[in-house]
C-alpha cells in the first residue's frame, strides 16, 4: 500500500508535472534497484547469491549479479535476506471470517450485511498481502453475491491494498445440497451459492456470474462423505449432463472451472465433466490421480484448513473429518511420486485471517514435498494453474515485480515464509520492516 508519506509525494509529483505543463504519460517510470543476498526466483533449484533486481514501474527489467543501480534509482538493501517470488494461494475466501462449526457460518449469513462482509474482506486482502501472498484466486463469496468483484475492482484501481485477485463469484450447487439448510420453509434465508438446476439452469449461473465479473467459475461436485472399503466416498450433486453443461459453458465463455471435489465419486464426476482443477480431493485414488496428470488437471489440497476444523466438527458430531486429516497426508504423498500438478492453497476464511496463511507450506513439505516444491506450488505452478506464467510466479525480466523478502533461508526450515519481512506487488513496496 502507499504509505501517507509516499501518497504525498506522488501528489507533490502530479502538482509539479502540472505547473510544468507535462502530460501524466511522460512521466518515466520510477526504478528501483532491489538487492538480494540470495534470491529463489521460482525456477533455479539452488538459490544465486547477492542478486540485484532493477524494477522498472510495475515490472522487473531485469536480474542478475553485479547490476549497477541507475542513477536516479531507489535502493532497497536486502543484502541479507532471502528473495523470492509472491506468493500465490490459489484457494481462499475473502468474505469469510472462520466457519469452523455450522453456527459460525450461519451468524456471518444472517447477522452479517453484504456491506459489513466487505469492510471486513478488505482486511482480509489487506492482511494476505502483508503476509506476502500478491496473488490470490478466491473461490466464491459463499452468499455475498458479487462482492468479491468490488474487492478485486478497488484493488486494481488502488483504491484499497490487497493481491491481484481472481474471482469466482457465487458458485453453484443444486437445490437443497449447500448451507443454509434446516430451516423452517416458512423463512427465506440467503444462499451460500448460486442455486442451479438443470442443463438450462446451470447454464444461466454460468453466463450471469461471468456477466458480474467472475474470472472463474466454481462448483461444488459433492457432499455428504463417507468411508466404505477402506475409500472415502461421496454423494454427487449434479446429473452428468449438468456438470458437463457448467463446464463446456465456462469454457465457451473463456473461464475456466474449479470443483469442489472431496469423495471418490465427486471426484470422477467432475473430472469426467471436464474441470480445469480438484479443490480438497482426499479422496483421491490412484485411478482419478492418473487421469489428473494425463489431462493436467491441477490438485488444491488446502489441508491446513482440514487440520485446523477436523477436532471442532467431530466434537459437533462428524467425526469423518479427523479421518479426512489421514486421508489427505496419504493422498499428498502419492500425488508427489505420481507428478500431479499440486498448488498451493489454504482456503483461508475456512479460518481465521488472523492465522498465518503461509502454514499450509510446514504441511506440505512435512507431507512428502521438498522446501523447493512446496516454495514452486506457492509461485510459479500457481501462475501456472492461472494461465498466467507470462505476468507472476517467477522473478524474471517482464513478469510484474511481485517479490518478497525473509530472514532467514526457507529450504532450510519453510516456517521462515511465515515471517515475510519485506513485500513488493507491481513495484510498490508494500511491506518492509527493517531489523
Ligand atoms: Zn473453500
Redesign the pocket.
Known amino acids: 500500500m502507499t504509505s501517507p508519506r509516499t501518497r504525498a509525494a506522488l501528489v507533490a509529483g502530479s502538482l509539479a508535472a502540472l505547473c510544468a505543463g507535462h502530460a501524466h504519460a511522460a512521466d518515466p517510470a520510477p526504478v528501483v534497484a532491489v538487492r538480494c543476498g540470495r534470491l529463489l526466483d521460482g525456477r533455479q533449484a539452488t538459490p544465486a547469491e547477492a542478486v540485484t533486481i532493477l524494477v522498472e514501474g510495475e515490472r522487473i527489467r531485469q536480474v542478475g549479479r553485479g547490476l549497477a543501480t541507475p542513477p536516479g534509482a531507489t535502493e532497497i538493501d536486502l543484502g541479507r535476506s532471502t528473495c523470492l517470488p509472491g506468493l500465490i494461494d490459489n484457494?481462499t475466501?475473502v468474505l469469510l471470517q472462520g466457519d469452523i462449526t455450522s453456527a459460525e457460518y450461519e451468524d456471518q449469513l444472517l447477522k452479517e450485511s453484504i456491506p459489513y462482509r466487505t469492510i471486513r474482506a478488505t482486511m482480509a486482502a489487506r492482511t494476505a498481502l502483508e503476509h506476502g501472498f500478491t496473488t490470490m484466486r478466491d473461490?466464491?463469496t459463499e452468499g455475498a453475491m458479487y462482492a468479491d468483484v468490488d474487492v478485486r475492482n478497488a484493488i486494481n484501481r488502488g483504491v484499497i491494498p490487497g493481491p491481484r485477485l481472481f474471482v469466482a463469484t457465487r458458485a453453484m450447487a443444486p437445490t437443497g445440497t449447500y448451507p443454509l439448510l434446516g430451516f423452517s420453509w416458512e423463512l427465506r434465508v440467503p444462499e451460500g451459492v448460486q442455486i442451479a438446476d438443470g442443463v438450462d439452469g446451470v447454464r444461466q449461473a454460468v453466463r450471469e456470474q461471468v456477466k458480474y465479473g467472475a474470472d472463474w467459475i466454481k462448483y461444488y461436485s459433492d457432499r455428504r462423505y463417507y468411508m466404505k472399503d477402506g475409500a472415502l466416498h461421496s454423494w454427487v450433486n449434479f446429473t452428468d449432463e449438468e456438470a458437463h453443461a457448467i463446464v463446456a459453458e465456462a469454457h465457451r465463455l473463456g473461464r475456466k472451472v474449479a470443483a469442489?471435489a472431496i469423495g471418490r465419486e465427486g471426484i470422477l464426476s467432475a473430472l469426467n465433466a471436464g474441470v480445469d482443477t480438484i479443490?480438497h480431493g482426499h479422496g483421491l485414488d490412484d485411478e482419478t490421480m492418473d487421469i489428473m496428470v494425463r489431462r493436467g488437471v491441477f490438485w488444491c489440497p488446502?489441508i491446513y484448513v482440514g487440520v485446523y476444523v477436523a477436532e471442532g466438527r467431530a466434537r459437533a458430531g462428524a467425526p469423518i473429518w479427523l479421518t479426512m486429516v489421514d486421508l489427505h497426508k496419504q493422498a499428498f504423498a502419492r500425488a508427489v511420486r505420481k507428478g500431479v500438478k499440486i498448488a498451493y492453497g489454504t482456503?483461508a476464511?475456512?479460518y481465521a485471517w488472523t492465522e498465518p496463511q503461509a502454514r499450509e507450506l510446514s504441511y506440505m513439505v512435512r507431507y512428502g514435498m521438498t522446501p523447493l516444491q512446496a516454495i514452486a506450488s506457492a509461485t510459479r505452478v500457481g501462475a501456472e494453474l492461472l494461465g498466467r506464467e507470462a505476468d507472476i510466479g517467477t522473478v524474471e525480466a517482464g513478469r510484474f515485480a511481485d517479490i518478497i523478502a525473509v530472514a532467514g533461508d526457507p529450504l532450510q526450515d519453510i516456517a521462515e515464509l511465515e515471517r515475510v519481512h519485506f513485500v513488493m506487488k507491481g513495484g510498490q513496496t508494500v511491506r518492509w520492516d527493517k531489523p
Do not use: K, Y
Open positions: 484457494h475466501h473461490l466464491e469442489h479443490e488446502t482456503d476464511g475456512g
